[in-house]
């Protein structure tokens, strides 16, 4: 017999939560090959299955058996173990007998610091099989599921009700016990194509004799893929192609065992109400998956993915017909019902919509973003008018029929309403673009309007709650409030907007002196509120392959200015990969110690005397950077932090042969001062871009 073999578990229970599914396998895979490894089983790789009904996984190559282990264990020295006569002593004794063994079969072990007694045996390896059982039940009991429920009189909880349980090594059954289920070799088919058992004759062979015998496809990667190209098959026999967004597609891979897709379709009458509802309506509410023609537009038809292989598909397909135009009808209520008001009328009963108890409601936020808005399109080129506007409307969606029964098309049915409420210009867009970027990666908004409304949305949010000591802490973020950082700092660099962070938290605090006292938020408190936005750039840089030393070069000089710090950090990462850079780095390194060392800040040192240099070297530096101060300064000025970079990397040579010939710490105190004020002129060069000193590599 080989001394390996793969290990299957499945875990048969009621329908498992289809959101959890997934996650669930892989904890069962990885805590199962985790407590295998740690049992000596020495497990190969992992592979799991999902399905509505089973939890699964296969470990490769487990061994049958653990390695024999040659164990030694010291007892007492020599001297302490045999009295005088040779005898053994109570230490002997005492030993041998914890050991199990009579003091005749100790051995002596001689060591540097004396000679002592010693058991040593052999650990005979224990069987797989003995130990799988134990690493199954704690694999189990540590994978995440928040509520454990219990059924009937059973004393076994676990997220679903458990049928079945199969545990294979090899060919061979593990005698185990699970949730009150026992394991064999015997899973289950389909519910209503094959519900009697399917024998596994052995662990490699899975799934394939489910797939094969019972109807089930377990692999959770393959069944979705078959449904995606089951989906896009049947949307393009109904003359369109499947909108397949990969969250449902997800869900319905997590509700199906074998997925069979069918085409339908519905009047086209309800084609007059906004695709983004019909599709929230489809998708949300009957997990169906769209057609659209090859611009994007909505076709009247759907797909579905039924759970089953009908004998008669017509009527299937004619039954989820049935059941979708109730839904579409509502969604065309909603439609109808929502355009007799304009979003204007709406906004008095803003104020019965709480954002946050300490910061008021949403009528309180509305009036806080007006300003604000209308402030930033101005620095940024664009019409402040159209700005406020788009601010005192920007959450009256929030009232409407259609927002209420689908929440993720806020913003969206803003924008439809105000179009329909003829509000002109970038208004309507404004009101979806506030929302955006909704997640990474996302489209930033498009208009001047759009954009000073999500970066007054996003701002009012972070800022109000700093200002009542609610960050986010650890992992827990509800406001999404780093997310929102981010979602500033894109709009800012990638839509190039010059805006000072500073400036837009003090304004933004300034307006909460309702809610929290005449004096808003303290500027400790705006501080904090701008350093954890720029903080955020780390993980913006992190993600488009930036250094850390680039980002805290820049990190401990630039200004809250978004676009200022992109085009410093840029600079800086491409100065890094200079030849020159090891050396100035090095040098901007050792010149900040020897400031510390002295006391001194370098931008409290007057300029260098020349009458004071007695080296050559001194003089060649400071014509370096003579040469170098104002071009340096003028390139800073205009952002053009690549070019500073450039000119301030000539200065190498020179600095290389100060730092060889010259003793900054002289014992003529002058001398020393005037060597002091040389090195602090240039890092203050430096420092009008980055501090090299803060690079660690």
């Excluded at 070297?617 to 450039?646: I, K, P």
Aim: glycine residues 8%; hydrophobic residues 40%.
């Amino acid at each position: 017999m080989s001394e390996r073999a793969d290990l299957l578990v499945e875990i048969g229970t009621e329908e498992l939560p289809p959101g959890a599914l997934r996650r669930l396998a892989r904890a069962l895979g990885d805590g199962l090959h985790r407590e295998l490894d740690e049992a000596r089983l020495e497990p190969g790789e992992v592979e799991i299955f999902a399905a509505p009904r089973r939890l699964a996984a296969r470990i490769r190559d487990v061994r049958r058996a653990q390695d024999d282990q040659s164990q030694e264990r010291r007892g007492p020295a020599v001297d302490a173990a045999f009295d005088a006569d040779g005898n053994p002593t109570k230490a002997a004794t005492g030993f041998a007998g914890s050991c199990g063994v009579a003091v005749a079969d100790l051995e002596r072990m001689e060591t540097d610091k004396g000679s002592w007694l010693v058991y040593r045996h052999t650990e005979p390896g224990r069987p797989a099989a003995e130990l799988i059982p134990a690493a199954l039940e704690r694999a189990v009991e540590g994978l995440p599921i928040p509520r454990r429920m219990r059924w009937g009189d059973s004393e076994a909880a676990f997220v679903r009700p458990v049928h079945w349980l199969v545990v294979l090594l090899g060919n061979e059954v593990v005698p185990a016990r699970l949730l009150e289920a026992d394991a064999n070799a015997n899973s289950r088919g389909h519910r209503f194509h094959h519900p009697e058992p399917v024998t596994i004759p052995d662990a490699a062979s899975y799934p394939g004799p489910l797939e094969s015998q019972g109807w089930v496809v377990a692999d959770f990667d393959d069944r979705r893929e078959r449904i995606r190209s089951q989906v896009e098959e049947q949307a393009r026999s109904s003359g369109g192609r499947a909108w397949i967004e990969e969250a449902l597609l997800e869900e319905v891979t997590a509700m199906v065992e074998w997925p069979v897709a069918l085409a339908g379709s519905f009047d086209e009458r309800f084609l007059a109400i906004p695709h983004e509802a019909l599709m929230a309506s489809m998708q949300g509410h009957q997990k169906y998956f769209p057609v659209v023609d090859d611009n994007d537009a909505l076709l009247p038809a759907f797909v579905t993915v039924a759970n089953i292989a009908s004998r008669q598909p017509d009527e299937v397909r004619a039954g989820n017909e049935r059941v979708i135009r109730p839904r579409l009808e509502d969604t065309e209520f909603f439609w109808d019902h929502d355009r007799r008001t304009p979003l204007a009328g709406r906004l008095p009963h803003l104020g019965g919509i709480v954002f946050e108890h300490r910061l008021g409601t949403q009528l309180d936020r509305t009036r806080r973003l007006q300003p604000l808005a209308g402030h930033i399109a101005t620095a940024i080129g664009g019409e402040p008018d159209n700005a406020r506007r788009a601010a005192e409307l920007a959450k009256c969606d929030l009232l409407t029929e259609m927002v209420g029964e689908f929440p993720e098309l806020q913003g969206t049915m803003g924008r439809y309403y105000a179009a329909h409420d003829g509000e002109g210009d970038d208004i309507p867009a404004a009101l979806e673009e506030q929302y955006r970027p909704r997640f990474a990666g996302d489209e930033l908004p498009a208009t001047t309007t759009g954009r000073a409304l999500a970066l007054a949305d996003r701002l009012d949010v972070i800022t109000g709650l700093f200002g009542i000591g609610q960050p986010p802490t650890g992992s827990k973020d509800p406001f999404g409030l780093r997310r929102a950082a981010l979602g500033v700092l894109r709009i800012c660099i990638e839509g190039e907007l010059d805006l000072d962070l500073g400036d837009l938290v003090d304004r933004a605090a300034g307006a909460y002196r309702e809610q929290l006292g005449a004096d808003g938020i303290d500027p400790a408190t705006e501080g904090e509120t701008i350093a954890f936005i720029l903080e955020r750039l780390r993980v913006y840089y992190q993600d488009r392959g930036v250094t850390h030393d680039a980002f805290e070069a820049v990190r401990s000089v630039a200004l809250p200015v978004p676009l200022d710090f992109d085009a410093r950090v840029r600079a800086m990462a491409a100065f890094l990969e200079r030849e020159e850079a090891e050396a100035l780095v090095g040098a901007n390194k050792r010149i900040a110690n020897i400031l510390r060392k002295a006391g001194v800040d370098a931008n409290d040192l007057a300029l260098p005397d020349p009458a004071l240099f007695t080296e050559e070297a001194e003089r060649d530096l400071f014509t370096a950077l003579g040469e170098r101060r104002e071009q340096v300064a003028g390139l800073a000025a205009w952002r053009d932090y690549a070019g500073a970079l450039d000119a301030l990397a000539g200065l190498r040579e020179a600095v290389d042969g100060f730092f060889d010939h010259v003793m900054v710490m002289a014992d003529d105190e002058a001398v020393r001062a005037n060597r002091l004020a040389l090195l602090a002129e240039l890092r203050r060069l430096f420092l009008q871009v980055a501090d090299p000193s803060r690079v660690q590599e």
